[in-house]
């Protein structure tokens, strides 16, 4: 498949943290032609593993979050509004008048409510999560019929394809990192290779790593590489604090994180002429890598990010081409270890 397929299946799964069954079921039919895959009911992760798995060899990890921010209902009115609380970390910015789903008993359409500009008194302040309410178009009756308070909902946009290689949507973060693996499983299928390479597909990152936590404990990896999403340089931003987009994947430097592999994959990058970029932080990641790290006795990890722009919203950018030269590098990465 093309990348743009790749990604295209992967974030049109619903898949808010905690609720993550579609977005694994997306997942675990991608990765079946090359992989054997497992999909765990206890923390909602999927653990895909190469073909002919040798347990006498040591094995690199590879992960990305399947989860997404989103929304929870927490009350109906009388008169089929609903109220919500953010799960993960939702930009309240973009959430008035936006068009959402809500995942009740079967999927309803909504708009978040938003006062016309000429009844509002005073524009200044957002309001906060809590204060906005859903329009449901229902009684209220029928809509407490139809949603449950804890249903989940999303923010919905369409992946869409802008100039060039560049594409926009919701759930880019981290449904293009599960694309950057999922290529990388895909060019290794026919490989011999001197290790094992595992891929965990985890879940509730954007609540706090919860799935990485519990799944790197299960895989007994020597190696781990997590892959997401960082910052994109736009206008008004800091530039040491971003990457740029389409100029490859930005290999973290961290405390947190081994610098003996973010140096191997950095060579890597060099000797075989793939484009890359430093993301250089002083602490915690932000990231699953701070999880699997101190997994199972301690992980060597590095984190391979993808640059994205307007993180946290139903429209975030992405370069195709940052995806592809991602998996590249992972893959040259994989065939080097020994």
Not at 16 to 45: H, I, R, T
Not at 141 to 160: F, H, M, Q
């Amino acid at each position: 498949m093309e990348i743009f397929d790749i990604l295209d299946t992967l974030c049109k799964a619903p898949g808010v943290s905690g609720e993550e069954e579609k977005a694994a079921g997306a997942v675990m039919k991608l990765c079946e032609p090359f992989c054997e895959c497992v999909y765990s009911e206890k923390n909602g992760n999927v653990t895909a593993t190469r073909k002919g798995f040798d347990k006498s060899k040591r094995t690199i990890l590879l992960d990305a979050h399947i989860d997404e921010i989103g929304l929870i209902v927490t009350d109906i009115t009388d008169d089929g509004f609903l109220k919500v609380a953010a799960v993960g970390g939702i930009d309240r910015r973009m959430l008035l008048a936006s068009r959402v789903t809500i995942y009740g008993k079967e999927p309803l359409m909504g708009v978040i409510t938003s006062t016309p500009p000429h009844l509002e008194k005073d524009s200044k302040d957002l309001p906060e999560v809590g204060d906005v309410y859903i329009d449901t178009g229902l009684s209220g009756e029928r809509a407490k019929e139809l949603i449950t308070r804890g249903d989940k909902v999303l923010v919905e946009n369409e992946l869409t394809r802008l100039l060039g290689s560049r594409v926009t949507g919701k759930a880019i973060d981290d449904r293009s990192g599960a694309a950057a693996i999922i290529r990388t499983l895909e060019m290794l299928k026919d490989d011999e290779l001197n290790v094992n390479v595992a891929a965990l597909f985890s879940s509730k990152e954007e609540i706090g790593e919860m799935g990485a936590k519990t799944g790197a404990f299960g895989i007994d990896a020597e190696w781990a590489a997590a892959v997401d999403v960082s910052f994109a340089y736009v206008p008004g931003d800091d530039k040491e604090d971003c990457g740029e987009m389409n100029k490859g994947a930005m290999i973290g430097v961290s405390p947190s994180l081994s610098r003996e592999l973010t140096e191997k994959i950095v060579n890597t990058a060099k000797s075989k002429n793939i484009p890359y970029q430093l993301e250089v932080m002083g602490g915690r990641t932000g990231t699953d890598a701070d999880n699997i790290a101190v997994s199972h006795g301690g992980i060597k990890t590095v984190t391979v990010s993808i640059p994205e722009k307007y993180m946290h919203t139903p429209a975030e950018v992405i370069d195709l081409d940052d995806i592809e030269n991602t998996a590249l590098l992972l893959c040259e990465f994989i065939r080097g270890l020994e």
